[in-house]
């Protein structure tokens, strides 16, 4: 009861408290309410039009704010309409209305919105408004410095377009901007928002072109847009009425240009949105007209104007229409982070996003808090079956100290089973012991003062021992290693190694005395005793050591053959080269009697028998030839390498240039497709093996119009594997082995001239450079030739 009674009186005084607290803010409220009830009158002068959308946004952000304050307000609006009639009549009229209207009425605060209104306030403030004080918006930094000079009492926000940050955002957005249009009328304020919006490009992107669009007819500057590329944007600043003095509108002329333009199209005022404009940092009218009413309010309740310094701080802010972005594929994560999108279909989660993640975390919480009470039941169930479990583990051990008598009785009987049976088991080993046929020894250790093994003593051994040892186990049993035999055990280490780690070695040893080999398979029975099975390999020994000697007399004999069979190599070499220069004498005496005939009794010779003798000549010179190469072929084979570094891009070009010399009329294509290394080579057989590789392509791309080679070289780890393409006559590639046979040929001589030597010569150069040759091709495709080279050199070959 005492308890309900506290809770009831905690109850009682929070009511209370609550209450307190709602009725001081009532009166407070009551209070203020009573303090404000004085009335102002406010004029609010607009250079524009109604209906104009940035003097609307204006005048908007102006009576929201003073509908805000707590005070009563007459609010008067009046338009100058300066746009539509920039005249001094219509100034002299406008002043005539003003004079007509508030002559005899006392204003509490006028307040400006742009240039043409703040300069008409200033200018007949004495006449028409003596005392007053000016709040003005919508006007720049230059018209404040002309405008207000000489005058006091006046302070408002400067207007501040924001091009830094519009551009910045259209970098951004177009990453590969190379053209930016700047469109502006020029008029006063239109030439400098244009200016300075082109210096502000400038200077954040030099490298992006400016174009101005100001000169002529509006139609002239919407035919401009078309000519714009795409990887441009449109920047508008401000666009009212053009050079032949035709309005346009701020609207109008945006949502004509976005309907003719490829690109994006930026605006740096807010009324530019939902007409086209995709948007940007924009000056917004409203904020502008906020700012001022706020400037406005402060000094309608009694604060000195002198203390409220004009507010210079941009009212600008990011936003984009979605619609653009949707016509122009841009994701929305290339826009600022801080942007406000307009025309976005309703999404739940990103209008409700507090709610939605204050639901969602209340949800988790509730679902941890179901977590752990769930975790806390499980725990308390299973402690409930733990108890369980142990009460039922109590009665059984009752019952089992019951019956321990009984089960005592069983395992004494069971013991003595074990006991016989381990007698049994004992006397099976020792036989198995005792008829190995590997000799087996228990060795017990014998350590020192620091447990290191000094020795071992024998303990057992068995039948077989004795016999591959001829040692008797009543001379040796119960004494040590060196009590039996004079020298000290060699392997002594390893045996300590099998004793202290318990690991089996597997080794080899030699008995000095004996002159036996035997192979030792050690291991720890336990921590006193290390076994040894040990298997006489004497035999085994001398047949690989008999097996050394006739290795060693074979190799012996291969060197002799080897040495044989080069020099019979090099008298073969000698004499072909002696029979090659031997053959071209009476082939060139056949030539040159031909020759003669030709020449003397050409006019005698019947027209088969000149045909004859020319295919003579042609034979001899083609044997020649082929007499040439062979001892080409032959030389290459006997030469030595001098290796140097070449550089294979020179090589290349030297080769491909002296072959074009010989074809001048043929179109060739030649392309190094990759960079090519420099090398360690011999420099004349590569030259030689570029020389055969190019003269090749040029031959078998002699039918095409255009003969195209390509050449060039990959990496691997070991090696540079360069390729020759062409697009030649090809091959059939199930004979590209052939290629590379002495005098094998895929073409007749009728087709394509050739000994078919080039390849194998090719193949035997990069042999002997330590490298690899293959030919790909197919018919009437054209060919590759691939050769490799090393990229490391051993000192052997170097030295070759």
């Known amino acids: 009861m005492r308890m309900k009674f506290q809770y009831k009186f905690i109850i009682k005084n929070i009511v209370l408290f609550l209450c307190l607290i709602l009725f001081g803010i009532y009166s407070n409220s009551m209070i203020v309410t009573a303090e404000n009830l004085e009335k102002k009158d406010v004029l609010i002068i607009n250079s524009y039009q109604n209906g104009l959308s940035w003097t609307d946004q204006e005048e908007e952000g102006i009576i ?142 030099p490298d992006v072109k400016v174009t101005a669009l100001n000169d002529g007819s509006y139609t002239d500057i919407l035919n401009q847009i078309d000519l714009i590329s795409k990887d441009s ?24 240009i976005s309907q003719r333009s490829r690109v994006p199209v930026y605006h740096l005022y807010e009324f530019g949105m939902n007409h086209g404009a995709i948007g940007g940092s924009m000056l917004s009218g409203k904020l502008q007209g906020e700012k001022a009413a706020g400037l406005a309010v402060k000094i309608l309740q009694g604060v000195s104007i002198d203390k409220l310094p004009m507010v210079k701080e941009k009212t600008t802010r990011y936003i984009f229409d979605y619609n653009q972005l949707i016509r122009f594929s841009i994701p929305e994560t290339s826009l600022p982070r801080e942007s406000q999108i307009l025309n976005k279909p309703f999404s739940f989660i990103d209008t409700y996003r507090d709610l939605v993640i204050t639901t969602l975390l209340i949800i988790l919480t509730l679902v941890t808090f179901i977590l752990i009470l769930l975790y806390y039941l499980r725990k308390v169930s299973k402690m409930k079956k733990e108890l369980y479990n142990n009460h039922v583990e109590l009665t059984n051990l009752y019952d089992d100290l019951t019956a321990s008598d009984e089960e005592l009785r069983q395992q004494f009987d069971e013991l003595s089973a074990m006991q016989i049976n381990l007698m049994v088991s004992e006397e099976r080993y020792s036989q198995l012991f005792d008829r190995m046929l590997n000799g087996f020894v228990v060795f017990d250790p014998i350590l020192d003062r620091n447990n290191r093994l000094v020795d071992v003593r024998f303990i057992a051994v068995n039948s077989s021992f004795e016999h591959q040892t001829q040692l008797k186990r009543d001379k040796i049993i119960g004494k040590s290693w060196n009590q039996v035999f004079p020298i000290r055990i060699k392997d002594l280490e390893k045996l300590e190694e099998v004793l202290t780690t318990g690991n089996a070695r597997r080794f080899e040893t030699y008995f000095l005395g004996y002159q036996m080999h035997f192979l030792v398979n050690a291991f720890r029975i336990d921590n006193n005793q290390i076994g040894i099975v040990i298997e006489n390999i004497t035999e085994y020994k ?151 590789i190019l003269s090749n392509s040029f031959k078998f791309t002699k039918n095409r119009d255009i003969a195209y080679i390509n050449v060039g070289a990959n990496i691997t780890e070991n090696e540079y594997v360069f390729y020759v393409k062409d697009n030649g006559v090809g091959f059939d590639r199930n004979y590209s082995e052939k290629l590379f046979g002495l005098f094998q040929r895929l073409h007749t001589s009728d087709e394509f001239e050739g000994s078919g030597i080039g390849l194998i010569t090719i193949k035997k150069i990069i042999e002997k450079h330590g490298g690899r040759t293959w030919i790909e091709g197919e018919l009437d495709k054209g060919a590759t030739v691939y050769f490799t080279l090393p990229n490391k050199w051993s000192e052997d070959m170097k030295s070759n």
Request: contains cysteine; negative net charge; aromatic residues 8%.
């Open 64 to 205: 929201e704010i003073l509908h805000k304050a707590n005070f009563k307000s007459s609010i008067y609006i009046e338009y100058m309409d300066w746009k539509n009639y920039p005249t001094k009549d219509n100034l002299e009229l406008f002043y005539s209305q003003l004079n007509y209207k508030y002559a005899n009425k006392h204003l509490d605060i006028i307040i400006t919105t742009d240039d043409a209104a703040l300069e008409f306030a200033l200018k007949n403030r004495e006449k028409l408004f003596p005392n007053t004080p000016i709040v003005f918006s919508g006007v720049n930094e230059r018209g404040v410095q002309s405008l207000l000079e000489g005058f006091s009492d006046v302070t408002g926000v400067v207007e501040s377009i924001d091009a830094e940050k519009t551009i910045e955002a259209a970098l951004k957005i177009n990453p590969d901007l190379k053209e930016i249009a700047v469109v502006f009328d020029n008029t006063e304020s239109g030439i400098s928002t244009g200016e300075l919006t082109i210096q502000e490009i400038h200077r954040i992107a």
């Open 233 to 256: 944007a449109i920047l508008i600043t401000t666009y009212y009425m053009d050079d032949e003095g035709v309005v346009v509108g701020f609207e109008d002329f945006t949502e004509m």
């Open 542 to 692: 001398k047949a690989i050591e008999e097996i050394g000697k006739l290795n060693a007399e074979l190799e012996q004999r291969v060197a002799m053959r080897t040495r044989d069979l080069q020099h019979a190599m090099q008298e073969l070499e000698a004499f072909a080269y002696t029979v090659s220069h031997d053959l071209k004498s009476p082939l060139r005496a056949v030539d040159s009697y031909s020759k003669i005939i030709l020449e003397d009794y050409q006019d005698e010779l019947k027209e088969e028998v000149i045909r004859m003798l020319f295919h003579v000549r042609n034979i001899c010179s083609e044997m020649i030839d082929m007499i040439n190469k062979l001892l080409q072929y032959s030389t290459t084979s006997k030469k030595e390498l001098h290796l140097e570094p070449v550089d294979c891009n020179e090589l290349f070009a030297t080769s491909y240039h002296q072959l074009k010399c010989s074809v001048p009329e043929r179109r060739i294509e030649f392309k190094v497709e990759t960079g090519l290394p420099t090398v360690l080579a011999d420099r004349t057989m590569l030259k030689q093996v570029l020389n055969n």
